[in-house]
Structures are given as structure tokens and as C-alpha cells.
């Protein structure tokens, strides 16, 4: 597992679909990173392209400078993503032969699917897309563990669990735990904490990645 | 700890809005007032927030012009204060802006353009910038998030300066993107009102607000125009970084600053191209230019979305071309940039690329090969109404209605959520064949009706939601009315401002500041002005259409429907569920079904969805809203509710 601490500037995108919280999760790893002394750019949009539309965030984690909220074409270190379809489509605009994927196997179904005007790719296709397209890829059931642990949504932060063990970002439990005693009340902390750690133990369990170069 | 109120010299990660906010208030902002739009509707959201602490008067307005009305008073008054609105609402402002910048102004007057190059979030990519010339107001934009803050800040000591109106102009991808920002001290005294008016009428200070004698005060701010050129001479927020003696000179400004900078790492080329960054864009200052347009031979200029920038640089340099010499420029004038949408660092990367005859990198030819083929797979993601979405169910009523009718009915759309329907037929089922700006749904409404004459036969709608009915739509409303224009209006309300994130608007008994306040009634205003009105709830399909279908059928003037249901986002609503909906697999016909599958075809909510193995509809209860609607659309019964968690 390759550990990154970034020299030069580290891009991470954060994909899915409006409404499984994105936004709070790019804004929870800059939080976290702003306070390690980074300079982050987040660029982000939201409003309309919220309304089950895909998703992006834009995550820039530069020792020394602001950068461009949009990341280049091809510019992508690491990509997240809470919808697998979505990895997907960022890896065609922004990937390249180095880059790391992390993302959640629950598909959500763009309309185009359920009317049946569109397919959907298999599971199994798109594992083989990743390993074609990345360095190194993990898929993890997150939303099925944000179930269990009673609300869907807690998939992001599973996912930020997960991302805190694959090592590919500066950032570690204590400063989770910091950084979301700045925003969430009191007794939603355990709660996150522990979606946090399902994160984590699902990239461990999974102890070879799709592909580990 | 509100991080906007962060201590001196702490560095906070803020959205772009945020530093706007921040910078108000340590320029000691005391009235800030905007209608939502996004990208621009954080700044008075994340002030309403701060509002008691720091003893401001934070409002969302009925409309930007109100907005900018409310914020000069404060200003006449000696305080100082914001306008805040996205880049068409400066449209709406601008009759009351060509007048106050005409009277002038006392206490800082700042007014936050948030535009929308690429219409992310809009129905349009207007530029406020040629507001700044058209009506002579000094512009500042900010290229990153520090000079988010400090540029505001500046704008209230400038405004003050020149005792005139400010503009500061941002755009999405500034508004809406996050970075580090070194906060100052926030002030610790703030000034009292007061309001003079007795001194001599040409005196700004003391006299009358008015904008007249018009030509003296014309004559009087365009004086004033010259010591702003004077300021922006000095500005440090003007900067040159680069060669001495570049092969190609970048001049540019706000977050295009970033792409060129982005653009230059990629292209190898910083020590051979420089960038002259622009704060100050409106009246240019013309000495740094001439120092800076000197350096080299080649010009292009970089800005979102028309060529503003490049216009004016243009000009000064035609009059100076005799100092500097015969410049060759690069822009949207020579196709170099396109002029509509927006830009990347990859667009600006292969303009200057072009220009010096350098190619950006690009992954080996075998991956781009495999991501073709990975292309060809992803289906496409279409925006549409949230899962459980009161929209979905009040278009599903309106095209039962025109079935119905079978007159060929439609609907005239408006700006909110329910645009979607215009933006994709499947979203709206083909009922809504016009959008434009707020308002203008109603305006058209009444004018398609006054058609029948000429042989336009057929029922006209209009739509509006809760917000936009009060910013706009009144004066369209009473002109239909009043011209017995037979039209039914029908009201969307979602019981706040859905798309741009539940602020409050006149209908609501609260404010931006979580006061209890009057609420407007919709229904009373529209029975004043002697409309006929009904109240229905949207997701009772049977109930809806049937006022919706007997209001097609009847002549008359303004025929109202309001229907009422939250939106599934709002707070009261999320995460809770009225019902648990599933697919009784018994009942479903799938294909066999002699509905064509109306419930995944037709209907589209996306939550219900068609598991292609068994050829079933099914409920997926994680993106299940618990709404109930689709139970009453499918002709088998097959979707079967009960009670859930609310
Ligand atoms: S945000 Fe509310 S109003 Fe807008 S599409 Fe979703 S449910 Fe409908
Ligand atoms: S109840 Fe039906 S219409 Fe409502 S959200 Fe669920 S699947 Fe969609």
C-alpha cells in the first residue's frame, strides 16, 4: 500500500449522485487537511446539479498554493466514489495510468436505466474497467454498512473510513474525530465514529486490493 | 464556534461566499440583504447566521431590487451595508442601481454580483459586467478565496471613498469552491443611523437623496470615476508575475486566474509566458497597463463569458498604441476562447498552447484507447425530481388534466425546481414549453390566451413556485386578471425556496433571521385581486386533477390552483417516511402489464425501479421517499402502501 504524503499537490475527486453526501464528505476531509497546514481548494458545484444528477468534488491538497477549483483533464490521484457508475464516468475524463480508485458497489439507477432506454454495467464489468483504467482499486459494500448501522447516508463517511486505511490521503482517526466535533452534535459522534471504523475494516478485510501495483 | 467568526489571524477553510461574508463583516457591515440564487445564496445565509452576535439586520428580500432598495437606505443612513444577488438579478436591481448611482450614496454600499458562467444552476450565463460600464460603477473580482475576503472589505472602504455603490463580481466555481483564508480582526465598535436631508441639493452628504440635477450629477460622479482610475493605479490586488519580457502576456481576472496559472504548469511555459491578473476590471487602470501591455508583442486575454475584459483593453490600448506599439490579441474575438459557457484549465491550456505551439500532455494512446471503450458503457445521468418530489406529482396531475381536456392544454414554466420540467420532456411529461426568467411564465400565459382570436385554441397554464410568486409574478398576475385573460395559474408550493436551499420567503412566518413574522397568504392575495382560488395537495391525484380538469373546461379570467406539499428535502420531511411503499410481485404484471409500464416508463420517479430479471417493478428503499404517489398510479394496484415513520 502506497503511503502519500504529498510534496506536490495531491487531486482527489469525490463522485456520486446529488443527495448521498458528497458535499459533507469533501468538506470534512478539507477540514481535516486545512488543519494538518495544508493549502485545499475545494471546487464543488451545487443547486440544480443536485437533482439526481451526478456529482463532483474537486479536492486540491497543495503544500503552498490555491489552485484551479477544476483539476485538469487526466489530473486525478485518487478518485472516490459513493456510486460506482460514477467512478466510472470521472476515470474516462480524469483518470491515467497512476491513479487510485475507492468506491462504494450500491448502483443508482439514472432514469434513462429504469425506463430500460439505457444499460447499466455489471458489477463485474465494471471491477474489470478499474483494473484496466487504475493503478490500484477498492470496492466496499458502503451503503449496505450504512444500513446496518440504521442510516444510508452514513455510507459517506464509511467511505472516508475506508479511504483513512488505504493510506492514499494524510489523514488519520484522531483527526476525524477531530474534525467532526467541530460540525455534528454530541451524540451523533459515536455513531460516525463507527461508520468510520466499518470504513476502515472493510479495506482491511479486503486485504488484496483489485489491483495493488 | 461559527467559524465566520474565526479570530484575527486564524486560517479557515471557507466556501467563496463565506470569505464575502467575512470580509463584510470585518469591514464592519451592519444591513445585508439579497433574494437566493444560486450560486450567491450562501453569503446572506452564512451572515443571517452571525446576525445577532455581531448585531447586523439580515434579510431575504421579496426581490433584488427590494434588496438593493433596503441595503441604500442603510447606506443613506451612514451604515454600511451588502445587496447580494446572482448575476440576473442584477437585471431586476438595475432600474433602481441607474438611479442610485445617480443620487450617490453615504455609508459603504457593496453590491455582490454571484454569476454563472455555463449556466450550472441558471437558465442563463448573463454578464453583470456591462452593467459596471453601462451604469459607470467600479468593479472589483476576485481571483481566489483570501481575495474573496479582502476585496470585499476594500469595496466598503472604496465605496465610501467615492460615496458610491460598489460591485463585486464572483462566479460559481469562486462562490462555490472552498479554500484556506487567513482571517483579520473583526471591528469591535459599530455607528449609529442617521439620516440627513436639509443641506444643498448638490451636497451628497447632508442634501436630498436624488438624482437630480441629472447632467451635474452625471457630471459630478464621472469626477469621481477619475480618483477610483487613481486607486486602482496602486491597487496591490493588480499583479504581474512572469518574465520581464514575456513571449506572450496573459492579462486576466477572477477564478480564470487560477485555470491560466493551472494552464502554464501543464504547458511547461511559466518561464516564458507572463500573467498580468486583474482585481480592478471596471474603469481599468490605464498606466499599469500601458507598463504592462509594453512587455510583450502578444496579448490574450482570458475572462468568463463574454469578452468584457478584452473590449476594454482594447480600447486603452488603441489610444496608447502610439507609446506601446501595434499589439497582435488573442481572445474570444479571433476565436481564440469560446464566448459562451465556461472555462477550465484545460480550455485555457490548449489556447495558449496554440498560441505557443505546445501541446498539453496526454495519457499513452492504449489508455485512451480503453477509455473509449469504458465510455461506450456509462449510460447517461439525467437530472430529474428528487425521489418523492411534489413536483413529479403536480406535473403527473397536469398531464392527466390535458389528456383529459384533449384540447392540446400547456403550461408556461418559471425558475425553481420545477424548471426541470421545461429542461427534460421525461421530467415534465411534455407539458411545459416555455421557460424564461422569474415571472415570466404568468406574462406569457396571459398573453398566449389573448390569442384565441387569431386561433390559438388551446387551455393555457402557467406555473410559479411559492418564492417566485412574490418576486415576480404579482404584476403579471393582475395584468392577466385585470385583461380577463383566461388562464389557470397554477402555484407550486413547496412551503420554501426549494432549489436554492429552504430560505425563507414572504409566504412563511419566519425570517432570515428566525423572527416570526406576517406571512403573505398566496390564496388571500390572489382573491384580492378577484382571482378564483383552490387549495389541493398534489400528491392526492384523484382530488388534483379533478379541479385541474374542470378549471381547463371553464371560461373565465385568472383561475387559481395552489398546491401545497412540502418539498421531500426539507427538513420537516427528510429522512422521514409517510409510507412504506413496496411491489406486491403477485400483483405487478410487468411487461404483460397493458400499461406500458407506466410506473418506470412513464411516471420515472427514481425510487421505483424495474428489476429486468424477474420483469417486475420495485421499490428502492434506500432512495424511497415513503410519498405514496406511485400507489396511485398503477392500474394493477400493485404498489401497496403502509404507514411509516412520520
Ligand atoms: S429539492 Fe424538493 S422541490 Fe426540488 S426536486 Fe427535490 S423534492 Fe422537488
Ligand atoms: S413512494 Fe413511490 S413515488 Fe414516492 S418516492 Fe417512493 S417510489 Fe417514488
Known sequence: ?213 | MNKLLSPDKSTVLFLGNEAIARGALEAGLAVATGYPGTPSSEVIESLAGVAARRNLYVEWSVNEKVALEVAAAASFSGLRAMAVMKQNGVNVASDFLLHLIASGTRGGLVLVSCEDPGALSSVNEGESRYFARMLEMPLLEPADFQEAKDLTKWAFELSEEIRNVVMLRSVTRMSHASGNVVCAKLPTKSRRAKFEYDGPVMDSQTGPMISTPVVAKHRLHQEKLKTVEALFEKSPFNRYSGPAKPKLLVVTSSVCFLYVREALSMLGLERDVGILKLATTWPLPPRLLERNLQRAEKILVVEEVLPFLEENVKVLASAMAGRIGVKTFFGKYDGTLPAAGELNPDIVARAIGGIMKVKPKTPPASYLAEVKKAAALIPAREQTFCAGCPHRASFWNIRRAIALDGREGFVCGDIGCYSMAALSPATGYNTMPTLHSMGSGTGLAGGFAKLSAFGLDKPVMAVCGDSTFYHAVIPALINAQHNRADITFIVLDNAGTAMTGFQPHPGLPVSALKETVPAVDIACVCRGIGAKVAVADPFDIDGTSKILTDYLAEKGSVKVLILRQACALSPEKKGKKTFNVRVNEELCLGDACGCNRLCTRVFRCPALTWDSARKKAVVDEVICAGCGVCVSICPQNAIVKAQGNM
Open chain 1, 1 to 213: 500500500m502506497k503511503k502519500r504524503k504529498p510534496a506536490k499537490t495531491l487531486n482527489l475527486i469525490l463522485t456520486g449522485v446529488g443527495g448521498q453526501g458528497n458535499v459533507m464528505a469533501s468538506r470534512v476531509l478539507a477540514g481535516m487537511l486545512v488543519d494538518a497546514g495544508y493549502v485545499v481548494t475545494i471546487g464543488e458545484t451545487f443547486g440544480m446539479s443536485q437533482r439526481g444528477g451526478s456529482v463532483m468534488s474537486h479536492l486540491r491538497v497543495s503544500p503552498d498554493e490555491v489552485k484551479s477549483p477544476q483539476i485538469p483533464a487526466w489530473g486525478a490521484d485518487v478518485i472516490v466514489a459513493l456510486e460506482p457508475l460514477e467512478a466510472l464516468r470521472v476515470l474516462g475524463v480524469y483518470g491515467n495510468p497512476d491513479v487510485c480508485v475507492l468506491s462504494n458497489t450500491r448502483p443508482v439507477y439514472p432514469i434513462g436505466v429504469i425506463t430500460g432506454e439505457l444499460g447499466y454495467p455489471s458489477r463485474e464489468i465494471i471491477m474489470e474497467k478499474f483494473s484496466l483504467l487504475a493503478a490500484s482499486a477498492w470496492m466496499i459494500d458502503a451503503t449496505d454498512a450504512g444500513v446496518r448501522l440504521g442510516n444510508p447516508v452514513l455510507s459517506n463517511i464509511v467511505m472516508i473510513g475506508a479511504l483513512a486505511e488505504t493510506g492514499l490521503l494524510p489523514f488519520n482517526r484522531g483527526m476525524f474525530a477531530k474534525e467532526i466535533k467541530k460540525t455534528l452534535p454530541p451524540d451523533k459522534l459515536s455513531l460516525n465514529m463507527k461508520a468510520f471504523d466499518e470504513g476502515r475494516a472493510m479495506i482491511r478485510q479486503e486485504s488484496v486490493a483489485l489491483k495493488n501495483l
